[in-house]
């Protein structure tokens, strides 16, 4: 208990010792002093775009329209014109759409 005593006493001696605020001790706080600023750089001047910038409202016009050739491409030729049901022609025989379905017990 004595012993106790004495050694919390030191560090009380130890921390009252640093004019610190922290306690810490001076190497310590050497580490957290704030740097000097920086340097301020060159000044560089600013350059500005040789020309301003510009929407695409002025090319709108320009733009493929409804009845226009290029609004809407016609089908490739190789494609038939109706819309067809099934793309494979295996489907129907891997699907079983022919067959008739067992009713579950």
Do not use: C, W
Not at 1 to 12: E, F, T, W, Y
Not at 41 to 63: E, N, S, W
Not at 65 to 72: I, K, M
């Amino acid at each position: 208990m004595a012993n106790q005593r004495s050694s919390i006493k030191a560090l009380k001696e130890s921390v009252n010792s640093v004019n610190s605020k922290t306690g810490l001790p001076p190497k310590l706080l050497e580490l957290f002093e704030a740097r000097p600023p920086l340097p301020t750089g060159v000044q560089h001047k600013k350059i500005r775009p040789k020309a301003p910038y510009t929407g695409i409202a002025d090319m709108v016009q320009h733009f493929a329209g409804p009845g226009d050739a290029e609004y809407e491409p016609q089908p490739p030729a190789n494609r038939p014109p109706e819309p067809r049901l099934v793309m494979n022609p295996e489907l129907p025989l891997q699907a079983r759409i022919d067959t008739e379905t067992k009713k579950e017990k």
